[in-house]
């Protein structure tokens, strides 16, 4: 029964510092991760505004972006990741506070529609000429297609560049929240992987042989 115990304390540990050694290779390529988005953050030079520490200030359209950004669009802000030190983007929270900022101010454009000629809708003929747009919270699927001046105003707010910046910050969102959940398993199978080498190791202690000391045989004194 001891050498059982102590055989499966060996295994334990060997399979303890296979997962040690995984959980190590998965820190060193998340690391490489790391430095590769940080780099790329760096080149792009996209940096956010701080005033006294506080994001934007605190203005007022400060506060309209991140209220959209965690009511609206229900993302978990991380504070942590809004450093005033560090002010270029390159966490999940700071990616997403700039694709809130793209959202919003596309969101609220105002665009200048011209009819070369008048057009039909609904019955009604809109006479040609200019046209002020404003967009009140419409995404690319929320204009009518139908309305000539709408159809005429997606494409002039919801530009590729503001489809292309959206892509490219959602993308840099999802890059560091897998660096991030990465970071997590790492940890979690190098903590496995020593939790296993010690019970492994407690094993093989607790089943050594046990030393019993040998009396020791002294002559008696003979009276003289």
């Known amino acids: 029964m001891i050498n059982r115990l102590k055989g499966l304390g060996i295994v334990l540990v060997i399979i303890g510092v296979a997962f040690v050694a995984a959980g190590a290779f998965a820190f ?65 929270t700071e990616y997403m506070f700039q694709m809130a900022t793209v959202a919003y101010h596309t969101l609220h454009a105002t665009t200048t529609v011209v009819l070369t000629e008048p057009a039909e809708f609904n019955g009604e003929t809109i006479a040609a000429g200019e046209y002020e747009f404003v967009n009140d919270g419409r995404y690319w699927t929320g204009f009518d297609r139908e309305n000539p001046i709408e159809a005429a105003a997606r494409a002039q707010i919801w530009t590729p560049t503001a489809h292309a910046l959206i892509g490219e910050l959602g993308v840099g969102t999802a890059t560091a929240s897998a660096l991030q959940l990465a970071l997590a398993m790492a940890g979690l199978v190098g903590g496995l992987g020593a939790t296993l080498i010690l019970t492994g190791a407690g094993l093989v202690w607790a089943t050594r042989p046990e030393t019993v000391p040998v009396p020791v045989l002294r002559p008696a004194v003979m009276p003289a």
């Open 28 to 92: 060193i390529k998340t690391q490489e991760g790391y430095k590769s988005l940080n780099k790329f953050s760096a080149a792009q030079n996209v940096q956010l505004t701080y005033e006294n520490g506080q994001l934007g200030g605190g203005d007022e359209e400060t506060l309209a972006i991140m209220s959209m950004l965690k009511n609206d669009w229900g993302y978990p802000v991380a504070d942590g990741d809004l450093n005033p030190n560090d002010p270029t983007v390159n966490t999940a």
